[in-house]
């Protein structure tokens, strides 16, 4: 019988190693995968856990499995390939899956587990490092409401807001529409802070009544003083944002033109070398396309 204090968790990147950290403090029991077997023991010798061969071992006598990895074809090998959850679950296990992979993965990954007796949980975050290392991300879920019922415990370890946004694919789709918007103000931004300081204004007056008034967002937050000083240390990386507003395009059944023209910037970006950076780097992009430097 699985014990509800025991979970499976899959992949220990930048944001899962944090996340699993979240559990562990909360008192949870953990069983790690991670694709770099070293990574995953290193971590679990500073936190304390168990190392999993298989995904399918991490599923043994877990309640949930946790999957943080990059994209949709990874979590349908993480959990219905060869040695995947599905492999060693018993029935009625509640997978919950983190990665952003958008609600055509999600569902027809819940499909493939459904066929296996297991059930998914689409659970997408936001709020980058800062919050993963604090267990204050945002959590968007899709799924029955008895399998998001038993997922809670563990996602309000890892998040201070969980939003059941409705059924299987929905938190996918709330995940990728918000990070499109945040895109867009990114590029937004950008594009301001380079025609002020191409007509000579002053940026930290910008920058002041901005944040006081109507022209203030999360992005100006968190944003400006990355993008003044050409600072990319990765937070959310390029490659990911572009991924993720790509999957919101893909999703969409009519135009998102701003997320459309952010997508190019943040490709462009890619491929000028910063896709491992944080997607702020998409201002080497946009000065490019403007033709002036910050």
Not at 260 to 270: G, V
Request: hydrophobic share 50%; glycine share 10%.
């Amino acid at each position: 019988m699985a014990d509800e204090r025991r979970i499976g968790f899959i992949g220990l990147g930048l944001m899962g190693a944090l996340m699993a950290a979240s559990l562990r403090r909360a008192g949870f029991e953990l069983t790690v995968w991670n694709r770099t077997t070293e990574k995953a023991e290193r971590w679990a010798a500073e936190h304390g856990a168990r190392v999993a061969k298989t995904p399918a071992q991490v599923a043994d006598g877990a309640e949930l499995v946790i999957s943080m990895v990059v994209d949709g074809p990874q979590v349908e090998a993480v959990l219905l390939g060869a040695d995947g959850v599905a492999d060693g679950a018993s029935a009625g296990l509640v997978c919950v899956d983190c990665t952003t992979i958008g609600p055509r993965w999600a569902r027809e990954i819940g499909a493939g587990l459904a066929e296996r007796g297991l059930r998914l949980v689409d659970a997408p975050v936001t709020g980058s490092t800062p919050a993963a290392r604090d267990g204050t991300l945002t959590i968007m879920t899709g799924g029955e409401p008895e399998d998001v019922a038993r997922a809670q415990p563990a996602l309000a370890a890892m998040g201070s807001k969980v939003v059941h946004a409705g059924a299987l694919g929905q938190g996918q789709l709330v995940k990728v529409i918000n990070n499109a918007v945040a895109a867009a103000n990114a590029v937004t931004l950008a594009e301001a802070l380079l025609t002020g300081a191409a007509a000579g204004a002053d940026l930290d007056a910008l920058l002041a009544v901005m944040s006081a008034g109507s022209g203030s967002s999360r992005m100006l937050e968190l944003k400006a003083a990355p993008m003044r000083a050409h600072d990319y240390t990765p937070l959310f990386r390029t490659a990911h944002m572009a991924k993720d507003v790509a999957l919101c395009l893909e999703s969409s059944p009519s135009e998102f033109r701003a997320a459309a023209l952010a997508l190019e910037d943040l490709r462009d970006a890619e491929r000028e070398g910063f896709a491992d950076a944080d997607f702020v780097a998409l201002i080497e992009a946009v000065q490019e396309r403007m033709g002036q430097r910050l």
